[in-house]
């Protein structure tokens, strides 16, 4: 199947297992501020606790309320991945429960990433499985199609392609290239740093608050 809106490609190869584990632990807000503060979901949300997602992107372009090729896509998928499904934002019928999410364990997922609406939100909570939603309704999903799997897609404004690594945490979701991943990776390592020094200063009551007036000088001047 190879035709707009009903396209299957070959999945594509992400981070290796080695180096996505350089990313854990690693917050996302770091990863945010060194990727210029304009990437990322801001409307989707962590429905299953408080486990990190950290994966490869499998893509999903779904009509909204129909889950017939997130079925599909499980074909593909490997241990690690995320589901990445583009369901048009829509909330009036879920596109994934909790056995979606058992099959899921059971290949070894990181996790779904949904711009569209779950249920059976206390399965994913009991299980901790990371699981990123727009919303949550009881109306199960029509199974008709049409979709495509590994095509780019955007989620909540964010741009996903295959292969993307898929980092998430409580404050939400970022997808970084894998062709970025290490200069990002630096980058977060090195802001990371002068956090800690900061928090340091604050303790001690020793921080430099000599920017504050710098910038406002810099206001000024542009009135």
């Excluded at 299953?48 to 997602?53: E, P, Q, S």
């Excluded at 909204?64 to 583009?86: E, M, Q, S, W």
């Excluded at 990433?113 to 990371?130: K, L, N, Y």
Aim: aromatic content about 6%; overall charge negative; some cysteine.
């Amino acid at each position: 199947m190879d035709r707009p809106g009903y396209r299957i490609l070959e999945r594509t190869e992400g981070l290796s297992a080695v180096r996505r584990k350089q990313f854990e632990n690693v917050p996302l807000a770091a990863l945010s501020d060194c990727m210029g503060r304009s990437f990322g979901t801001t409307n989707l949300r962590p429905l299953h606790g408080t486990r990190a997602l950290l994966g490869n992107a499998v893509t999903v372009k779904t009509r909204p309320g129909d889950n017939l090729l997130i079925h599909k896509a499980f074909d593909c998928v490997r241990p690690g991945d995320v589901l990445v499904i583009d369901g048009g934002g829509a909330l009036q019928n879920a596109l994934v429960g909790e056995l979606m999410m058992l099959m899921a364990i059971e290949c070894g997922m990181a996790g779904f990433v949904v711009d569209g609406a779950i249920r059976d939100v206390s399965a994913f909570r009991e299980a901790d499985f990371p699981c990123y939603a727009r919303g949550v309704t009881h109306r199960g999903p029509y199974k008709d199609g049409p979709g495509e799997i590994n095509t780019a897609i955007s989620i909540d404004g964010m741009a996903v392609f295959p292969g993307d690594l898929i980092v998430g945490d409580a404050d939400g979701l970022l997808a970084i290239r894998p062709d970025d991943a290490e200069q990002v990776l630096a980058a977060a390592t090195s802001h990371l740093k002068k956090e800690a020094d900061f928090r340091i200063a604050i303790r001690s009551h020793s921080q430099d608050r000599d920017w504050i007036a710098t910038a406002l000088q810099r206001l000024e001047g542009n009135r």
